[in-house]
């Protein structure tokens, strides 16, 4: 049989039983609370500090604020949701965010000076002592920060990147903005969702401002990874980051004749070759180019050839087009559009072709002219002595 012997179990929580139940001092009346009950401020300027006034375990009841201890001169305010208060109604076990703001005037020697705050209820009442430390200037600090630092695109992509400037400084300041850019890429500065150039921008004290720039690059630029520095400067203060481009390239093709000559000359109903020159001025191999033409009507052009499976970077191939016009083509000039079209990259280039009649039948004509005319003078040669 099994025996559980208990007693000894319960004896023990027995004796521990006030020790496991023992609770920390309960807390009971008015608080006023703040993270930093000494600061330093700047004498001209004005010091903001944020406070509690906390109820722990009391009825909701009007208490009164007010603060004491000001130097002469000073101006002090307390404020409620940024106006001006001087009670406030705390719920049980709750508290009412308060605000302390402090103007010491520009003519304050160094120093430090003690206010003390109070809040007082029915039966209740708490203070606060707060030291104000007037001292010289921080000195103007500057920081740059940004989320994303490196981008990818073609040449043709407008790259923007965005960045957060930071015054740590003790005093609002305007701050200047550069950048540094490979040659002939173009920068640019707007405040964020803002479409205002800028070259400047005033952050006050303790302030962030959120910058775009916007980088540009040539058309005729390279695959690679270019470095955009940004520079931040204020007072003596600078602040910088570095920004990276990476460019992968792109084909871009171009079609014209020899010595970019866009015009030829054909005879009706006659084949006639057109040579064309077909150029890569990209940074990027184009592929798959197939070559088409839009004539006018009953007209053929053939392509030799008519499929290019890559053209690299700065290379050019001849192509030639074997065009015939329409045999009932009048003479004239004639638009005619030759098109090469790749994956990534397509081009089109207008030539004007002169049609000219047939050598053969320009004789034809002239013979028949001719002998019109000799039977004409023979008919009045004949009939004119009648």
Do not use: C
């Not at 402090?102 to 009442?125: N, Y």
């Not at 720039?213 to 940004?230: C, H, L, R, S």
């Not at 520079?231 to 004749?257: D, N, V, Y």
């Not at 015939?324 to 005619?336: E, I, K």
């Amino acid at each position: 049989m099994r025996r559980v012997f208990w007693l000894p179990v319960v004896l023990f929580m027995l004796a521990a039983g006030p020790v496991l139940a023992a609770e920390a001092p309960h807390v009971k009346g008015l608080w006023l609370t703040t993270d930093y009950p000494s600061l330093a401020a700047q004498a001209g300027h004005a010091t903001t500090l944020q406070l509690k006034l906390q109820n722990y375990d009391l009825p909701p009841q009007r208490v009164a604020l007010s603060v004491t201890g000001v130097p002469s001169g000073w101006k002090v305010a307390l404020l409620g949701n940024g106006l001006p208060v001087t009670a406030a109604m705390p719920a049980a076990n709750d508290s009412v965010a308060l605000t302390l703001r402090v103007d010491v005037p520009a003519e304050v020697p160094a120093g430090t000076s003690e206010l003390v705050l109070h809040a007082k209820g029915a039966g209740v009442a708490a203070t606060l002592p707060i030291d104000i430390t007037i001292g010289q200037n921080l000195p103007p600090q500057l920081t740059i920060k940004t989320d994303l630092p490196s981008l990818r695109g073609t040449p043709t992509t407008s790259f923007k990147y965005t960045f957060h400037v930071q015054n740590d400084g003790a005093k609002d300041t305007t701050v200047r903005l550069a950048a540094e850019a490979p040659q002939g890429f173009q920068t640019s500065f707007t405040e964020s969702y803002e479409t205002q150039q800028l070259s400047s921008i005033p952050i006050a004290a303790g302030k962030t401002k959120d910058i775009d720039v916007t980088v540009q690059p040539p058309d005729n630029v390279k695959a690679g990874d270019y470095p955009i520095v940004v520079h931040a400067s204020a007072e003596g203060a600078t602040a910088s980051t570095r920004l990276e481009m990476q460019i992968t390239g792109q084909p871009k093709l171009a079609l014209s004749g020899p010595n970019g000559r866009l015009s030829a000359s054909a005879e009706a109903g006659r084949e006639t070759a057109i040579n064309l020159v077909l150029r890569n001025d990209g940074s990027a191999p184009a592929r798959d180019i197939r070559l088409s033409a839009s004539p006018p009507s009953q007209w053929k052009v053939d392509f030799k050839p008519d499929h290019i499976a890559e053209l690299a970077p700065n290379q050019k191939v001849a192509v030639q087009a074997q065009l015939t016009p329409s045999d009932q083509a009048l003479a004239g000039d004639y638009m005619t559009t030759f098109n090469a079209d790749g994956k990534s990259a397509s081009t089109s280039a207008d030539f004007r072709i002169t049609v000219e009649t047939a050598t053969l039948w320009g004789v034809i004509g002239i013979a028949v002219i001719a002998i019109a005319l000799l039977i004409a003078v023979g008919a009045v040669a004949r009939f004119g002595r009648r």
